[in-house]
């Protein structure tokens, strides 16, 4: 299993990224997949996830409303849309595969996810 994460960079507060998430070696309808983050000096905090049915979708509170998650079955990627961005969103984004519990459901803490990607980093200038 492999994920591999991309579209990180810089850009100013108020501005867009879209994060991507290639993933090879399972297949997106039957495991849920979820966004991560860690800043300097933090504990990684879950950002956003999808569920293997792909109708059950989470945010973390300081991403709803400008954080969107979407995923192409056919590309088998996993997409994070940010719009908005803060400063406080500046860190380094990691996306991740867990077994399903729930096809409606993704939510779970980092320990519910056994393959991880390398991480992209976003850094949000104020």
């Known amino acids: 299993v492999q994920l591999q994460a991309s579209g990180g960079g810089l850009v100013q507060a108020g501005g867009s990224l879209r994060l991507s998430c290639v993933v090879s070696?399972?297949?997106?309808?039957?495991?849920?997949i979820g966004w991560f983050r860690q800043a300097p000096g933090k504990e990684r905090e879950g950002v956003s996830c999808?569920?293997?049915?792909?109708?059950?979708?989470y945010y973390a509170d300081s991403v709803k409303g400008r954080f969107a998650i979407s995923r192409s079955i056919a590309e088998n990627t996993v997409y994070l849309q940010m719009n908005v961005l803060k400063p406080e969103d500046t860190a380094l984004y990691y996306c991740?595969?867990?077994?399903?519990?729930?096809?409606?459901?993704?939510?779970?803490?980092?320990?519910?996810?056994?393959?991880w990607g390398q991480g992209t980093l976003v850094t949000v200038s104020s």
């Open positions: 991740a595969a867990g077994d399903t519990v729930s096809v409606h459901s993704c939510r779970g803490s980092v320990t519910d996810y056994f393959a």
């Open positions: 070696g399972l297949r997106l309808n039957y495991y849920r």
């Open positions: 999808i569920s293997s049915r792909g109708d059950g979708k």
